[in-house]
């Protein structure tokens, strides 16, 4: 099902998998019933429900197997690792899906050129990975390999294998069974077969495998001539042959069929899909078109139903409809001269069917074989038009076209995520459950019950975004960020990770997820030493930010915290660190008040703090307090509002810090701010009468752009308890909007609350050069943003149903 890859040019994208899929499931309790599955996964330390582990037999490493599932025409994938060895050891090229039916997966790790270690990955409840043992000489031959479950447990794995030394048309049928791991093999000849091939057609070279009605009956498929159907398990039924449809029989080829052909069973049909090119004189260029065919399961078993094949569908490149209006993400295709979308301009190829809909096939585009990124269309067969574009990555493709994906159902049989079957969530809810009913029972604090209602919010903060990874993945990292005060509790890792030891002997780990304005950029907190329900009260929050500095507040108890410095890595620190605070009392009690700023080793931090000794006599005195991190050590200074050069006037002497606007130097009505259709992500906004508009949003939370002055982000809500908000970026001097973007509202509790903030913390970032100095991945920002849908830069998010609906059902689509 797929080659081996050179590693050495797609080592930096092995290791860094995409956004998307980070779950197991939709978020909705469910799974989709089946996905396209990406047939090379990532070297990654990617865990949810789905992951599994096995014992390999090189020195007893143990290897982790996690599946990360998103709905078509997304392209989910499998993340490979393991703990106990550098990847770089285990791993000589990326592991390679070789066989996919129902619940099962055959998992190649390429440990060397000539060494390889076979796995099944069985999903259920508690998905198994089995070891297969030497399979000398059996495995040998790609895209012939059959996987079936047991009717009780176990698989077996069926391979039709050249028998070179009898002469074409011989084979060995080949039988593994996991119940007592031996394999068995009997002869087979394609013309002893039912309805056997002609003289002329007696070749057969199997490049896909599929299963029919009945669980033991396995298609071996030649795409270019027939299919060989045998019963895997009962010798006495005589295996059969089916030709193709004859109008697309070509005699003249041998292999690379998936590169324009598929075939499955789409209900109960056996489906074919055939793209040919032809030159079209008219217009002195090539077209494309698309033709699909079908015919009854049962006319394939049974000599008796003689249905043939039918044509279902015939589309040309040329007569195919692209609306602007109804195609979601049309602005990922390539433009005509008069600024029209245009499909023509893409080389397309791995038509590949859907497994629900008969109607619909999914086409891999590219402007150029060369191109690293590349667009998955999905075609209306039957109404002729597209229906959608999306991104996939086609970077690791190594010989310009090649077969990315095949279609799996194992999505069906992952448990459900209503049912709390999370091996990374499970413990760790169900403890801060626990925890928060104690905590009530006590009587819980009256600031920490205002911060932070735990039973709304504990989902989220298990969950991070999916968009925002490593700020070095993009040519250049971000100038400046958008920063969410609240850190997400979870296991993420990146080259901004460092690590400290808390006072209680904790190690914590901290982790920034970059992402360019307007999305909202991130903090992931995480301890490798401890039940992250045992160590975090609540969510850490950042106290401050300057500069390459970042104060992070752990909160461990509900009166107690530990404040840790972040500072990011540069051209003078080529490691980022984390710096606990000691001990702060009576310091650092006041939020909205610290500052920290950078040193050449080390850092200040200053605070304004009221002085309140006596009420009376204290209005406008402060301490102006110190921390030098060189000795650890805090000082203050008195400070009076009267005693400063241009004192203020004596009623303005009350001071409290806050963050504000003093000066205007633009002025914009909501009504006056022009909404442009073809802005980013404009359909995101409510509409009135099909037009998009601001009219029903609430709106707060101006935030000023770092590097343009006439630049404002504002947040915008339809309703005060919607989970999903907008963060509108609005033009001032041209009273315009620029972009929208979605955020999650989930964790902000009040109406509106402050939630994120400004940072250039990556403005002082020295460029990474990744592990092992070849990690980057250049290009990962520039394609995804901006782009007009946030479906394609976030395009699964667990927590985000199906759009921002409200109480009074007024719906912002983002599909």
Not at 403 to 409: E, I, K
Not at 477 to 486: C, G, I, T
Request: glycine residues 4%; negative net charge; charged residues 25%.
């Amino acid at each position: 099902m797929a080659k081996g890859r050179r590693l050495w040019k797609t080592k930096h994208l092995t290791l860094r998998p995409p956004c998307h899929g980070g779950g197991d499931g939709d978020g909705d309790g469910g799974h989709p019933d089946w996905i396209l599955l990406d047939v090379q996964a990532y070297i990654a330390d990617r865990r949810n429900a789905t992951t599994a582990t096995a014992m390999l037999s090189n020195g007893g490493h143990q290897i982790q197997v996690t599946i990360c599932v998103a709905p078509p025409p997304l392209v989910s994938y499998i993340c490979a690792w393991s703990p106990t060895t550098h990847p770089a050891e285990l791993f000589d090229t990326e592991p390679t899906v070789e066989a996919v039916d129902a619940d099962l997966l055959l998992l190649r790790i390429h440990v060397s050129l000539n060494h390889v270690h076979d796995l099944v990955y069985q999903a259920s409840m508690s998905p198994s990975l089995t070891l297969m043992p030497s399979q000398d000489p059996y495995l040998h031959e790609p895209n012939c390999i059959a996987l079936i479950p047991r009717s009780s447990h176990g698989f077996y794995i069926s391979t039709l294998d050249m028998d070179l030394r009898s002469g074409i048309g011989r084979y060995n049928l080949c039988l593994f069974d996991s119940t007592n791991s031996k394999w068995s093999h009997e002869s087979l000849s394609l013309d002893q077969l039912r309805n056997p091939p002609d003289k002329n057609e007696v070749l057969h070279i199997t490049e896909k495998v599929i299963t029919l009605k009945h669980p033991h009956l396995v298609a071996f498929v030649d795409l270019w001539r027939g299919i060989i159907i045998c019963d895997i398990l009962d010798s006495k039924i005589a295996a059969s042959y089916v030709p193709i449809p004859k109008e697309i029989i070509n005699l003249n080829r041998t292999r690379g069929s998936l590169i324009t052909r598929d075939i499955a069973v789409v209900k109960d049909r056996l489906t074919m899909v055939r793209m040919g090119i032809f030159f079209d004189p008219e217009i002195n260029g090539w077209h494309w078109e698309l033709s699909t065919w079908s015919r009854p399961v049962g006319s394939c078993l049974d000599d008796e139903e003689d249905e043939d094949w039918r044509e279902d569908f015939m589309v040309e490149s040329c007569d195919i409809s692209v609306d602007d209006n109804t195609c979601k993400n049309v602005e990922l295709l390539p433009k005509t001269q008069d600024d029209r979308p245009a499909i023509a301009k893409l080389h397309v190829a791995n038509p590949t069917l859907s497994l629900t809909d008969p109607q619909v096939v999914y086409l891999v585009g590219n402007v150029d074989i060369t191109d690293e990124k590349a667009v998955l269309l999905t075609l209306d067969m039957a109404n002729k038009r597209l229906q959608r574009v999306s991104v996939y990555d086609a970077e690791r493709f190594v010989n310009g076209v090649d077969v990315g994906f095949t279609q799996s159902t194992i999505s069906r049989y992952f448990a459900p995520a209503s049912d709390l079957a999370e091996i990374d969530l499970f413990l760790v809810l169900s403890r801060f459950q626990v925890k928060l009913l104690i905590d009530r029972s006590r009587g819980s604090h009256p600031s920490m019950s205002k911060n932070y209602p735990l039973t709304r919010t504990i989902h989220l903060t298990l969950r991070p975004p999916c968009h925002g990874g490593d700020p070095w993945d993009a040519d250049h990292p971000p100038e400046w960020v958008l920063l969410d005060v609240r850190a997400y509790v979870a296991d993420r890792r990146n080259a901004t990770t460092a690590t400290a030891r808390l006072g209680n002997g904790h190690a914590i780990q901290v982790t920034i997820c970059a992402a360019p304005p307007p999305l909202v950029s991130y903090i992931c907190a995480w301890s490798p030493t401890s039940d992250p329900a045992e160590l975090f009260e609540m969510e850490p929050t950042v106290e401050a930010v300057n500069a390459d500095l970042v104060l992070l507040r752990i909160h461990v108890l509900p009166y107690e915290f530990e404040d840790l410095v972040y500072r990011a890595k540069g051209w003078r620190t080529p490691l980022p660190s984390l710096t606990p605070i000691p001990k702060q009392d009576p310091y650092l009690q006041e939020r909205y008040n610290i500052a920290i700023l950078p040193r050449s080793h080390g850092f200040y931090i200053s605070t304004l703090d009221c002085y309140f000794p006596d009420p009376e006599r204290s209005l406008g005195r402060y301490n102006l307090c110190i921390f030098d991190s060189l000795d650890c050590k805090w000082s203050n200074v008195p400070l009076s509002l009267d005693q400063l050069r241009n004192p203020p006037d004596k009623n303005k002497v009350f001071h409290l810090t806050e963050k504000e606007d003093w000066r205007e130097d633009s002025l914009v009505e909501a009504s006056d701010i022009l909404i442009d259709h073809n802005i980013c992500n404009v359909e995101l906004l409510p509409k009135i009468q099909g037009q998009p508009t601001m009219a029903k949003l609430h709106v707060a939370l101006p935030t000023l752009s770092l590097t343009d002055a006439q630049v404002v982000y504002v947040m915008g809500k339809v309703n005060e308890s919607d989970k999903k908000a907008v963060l509108l970026s609005i033009d001032m001097a041209n009273r315009r909007l620029d972009a929208v973007s979605v955020y999650d509202a989930a964790r902000i509790l009040h109406y509106f609350d402050v939630c994120y903030t400004q940072s250039t913390i990556f403005r002082y970032s020295a460029p990474s050069s990744g592990l092992n100095g070849n990690l980057k991945r250049p290009g990962k920002f520039p394609m995804p943003y901006p782009r007009k849908q946030q479906a394609v830069n976030e395009p699964f998010l667990p927590d985000a149903g199906r759009g921002l609906e409200t109480e009074d059902r007024d719906t912002m689509d983002w599909e």
